[in-house]
């Protein structure tokens, strides 16, 4: 009977212990990158939650973008608007997302646009010629346009040259990720959209890309596959 108590004592000092770490380390993420003033200026562009914890994290304006992803999901965070900012690198984490949401430069003209799923290439050049500045014809000729797909080939790692199989209507078909984008404004250009939406295709794939390396199969020949089971 000792020797189970002293088992469980044991048991409750790892458990308090390795919770007490666990604190420690989540609030260190929270703190600020620095004790000195440093003021960063920033453009947020917009785009999803974890795209803008990316802009932060590259700045050098928080720790640990993981950190910063679970910590606006604790806390409700939904609202950070796209704009200009001036912040400091002695801003705590919560500090930098209250400023994001108040919107201290507030742009009035920023914009979201929502692309369902299931829709394919023509159909979103549809929603952006509705919600923004750009047409139709101006999407499409980019989505044809075959040095611009080259160019994206060799900026993301899941676009092969398979994506350019004349049997495809457009490259692009199947990898632009359905989501709520923000942007600053209408003007924004068609490349910005399409590159933010291929960002978060990127960031979805991300955990997936060793299973994927390993697995006999493309990225283009795992998506095709989904579009024909769903």
């Given amino acids: 009977a000792l020797y189970r108590y002293k088992i469980i004592i044991i048991i409750l000092v790892i458990l308090v212990v390795s919770l007490f770490l666990v604190g420690f380390y989540y609030n260190y993420q929270l703190s600020p990158m620095s004790k000195d003033s440093e003021k960063v200026v920033v453009e947020i562009k917009g785009g999803t939650i974890s795209s803008i914890g990316d802009t932060l994290y590259e700045n050098k304006l928080i720790r640990n973008k993981l950190i910063f992803d679970i910590y606006v999901k604790l806390n409700g965070v939904n609202n950070l608007k796209a704009s200009t900012y001036e912040l400091n690198k002695n801003m705590k984490l ?17 914009i979201t646009i929502t692309f369902r799923e299931g829709l394919n290439i023509r159909k979103i050049a549809r929603v952006v010629e509705e919600e923004t500045n ?6 499409m ?86 579009s024909i089971v769903e």
Avoid: C, R
């Fill in 134 to 139: 750009n047409t139709y014809d101006e999407f």
């Fill in 141 to 226: 000729a980019l989505m044809e346009d075959n040095s611009y797909i080259d160019s994206l080939i060799g900026k993301y790692w899941f676009l092969t040259d398979d994506i350019k199989d004349t049997k495809i209507y457009y490259p692009l078909e199947g990898y632009l990720f359905p989501e709520t984008y923000a942007f600053l404004n209408k003007d924004v250009s068609v490349k910005d959209i399409v590159e933010t939406m291929l960002d978060e295709t990127s960031e979805q794939l991300e955990v997936y890309k060793k299973k994927i390396e390993d697995s006999k199969y493309s990225v283009h020949q795992i998506l095709t596959l989904a």
């Fill in 94 to 110: 919560s500090e930098i997302i209250e400023v994001l949401e108040e919107g201290n430069s507030y742009n009035p003209d920023q």
